[in-house]
């Protein structure tokens, strides 16, 4: 698997977000900053039903793609922005996400996974970060561990089997380990 960066401040979060509504479209830019707010997988992320979403109560429900899991997501002020200007935009469409130019026999369909990779890695190339759409989660996992949440609740979070897998994805390097020393001196 190639290896990708998350986004490790908040210059560089701002600096995509624009670049990918300047030079990709609304709907790139939509994908990344609620990407790195629900901390969903791609597959997920694009497949979201409009009725999915409870904003009364602020939620996202939905089953992950990946482990068939029931997920329930709070949706933060920023998501529900996110979420109400597309509605409002496309308020007949089924997805959130959805695609304009592919549908069969009339059914829609969401956008497709490629052309938002694709649309991600040049430009993180711009930004030289290694930009993908893996990149959301591990930024939003990366920023919570920068802001004092524990791996475990991380953990939870991104719904992985374990905290040591966690600490691995968000890239916690041995050095970073080795820094704590330092750091903590009783």
């Known amino acids: 698997m190639q290896e990708v960066d998350a986004v490790t401040n ?3 979060l701002t600096t995509i977000h624009n670049l990918l509504k300047k030079h ?3 709907d790139y830019a939509d994908i990344w900053k609620l990407g790195i707010n629900v901390a969903l997988r791609i597959s997920d992320l694009l497949s979201i039903h409009t009725n999915h979403i409870n904003l009364d109560r602020r939620e996202l429900e939905l089953v992950e793609s990946k482990t068939g899991k029931k997920r329930l997501i709070r949706l933060n002020d920023t998501a529900i922005s996110i979420i109400k200007r597309r509605q409002a935009t496309n308020p007949n469409n089924v997805y ?8 069969t026999n009339g059914i829609p369909k969401p956008l497709t996974r490629a052309p938002v990779a694709r649309k991600f890695k040049e430009i ?4 030289g970060i290694k930009l993908s ?3 959301m989660r ?6 919570m561990f920068s802001a004092g949440v524990s791996i475990e609740q991380i953990s939870r979070v ?6 040591a897998v966690t600490t691995a994805y968000i890239g916690l390097t041995k050095e970073e380990t080795l820094k704590t020393y330092d750091d903590f001196e009783l």
């Open 158 to 163: 991104l719904n992985h089997s374990s905290p």
């Open 96 to 103: 959130l996400f959805q695609s304009n130019r592919y549908q």
């Open 10 to 12: 908040q210059e560089d």
């Open 138 to 143: 591990k930024t939003r996992g990366y920023m």
């Open 124 to 127: 993180g190339e711009v930004v």
């Open 24 to 26: 990709g479209s609304q």
């Open 133 to 135: 759409t893996h990149s």
